[in-house]
């Protein structure tokens, strides 16, 4: 009875698991979808993977944040920064 009973418990753990992954998932998709694209100097378009420093953390991924400073567009990476006149 007991390895019935636990063979129970852990098909159930992995059920709830499961199932907040993929909730979790399912709501940071609908996250990005509401972000609008942002713009500095003459990049337009920016959007997830990027994301301006001011737009909100979930519209883009952490690597790729980058700063709009005087109508110019950098990226920084390992403190460098790399000024960018075009995405994609």
């Known amino acids: 009875m007991y390895i019935i009973s636990q063979s129970?418990?852990?098909k159930f753990i992995y059920f709830f698991?499961?199932?907040q992954l993929y909730f979790i998932q399912k709501?940071?998709?609908n996250q990005i979808k509401y972000c609008t694209p942002s713009s500095?100097?003459?990049i337009r378009n920016i959007s997830y993977p990027?994301?301006?420093n001011t737009d909100p953390k979930?519209?883009?991924h952490p690597k790729y944040k980058l700063s709009c400073e005087n109508n110019t567009t950098s990226?920084?990476?390992n403190d460098d920064a790399?000024?960018?006149d075009h995405l994609g």
């Open 8 to 10: 129970l418990l852990l």
């Open 17 to 19: 698991i499961t199932t």
């Open 27 to 29: 709501s940071h998709g």
């Open 40 to 42: 500095c100097g003459g």
């Open 50 to 52: 990027f994301r301006l």
């Open 58 to 60: 979930r519209c883009g």
């Open 75 to 77: 990226l920084y990476l």
């Open 82 to 84: 790399n000024y960018l």
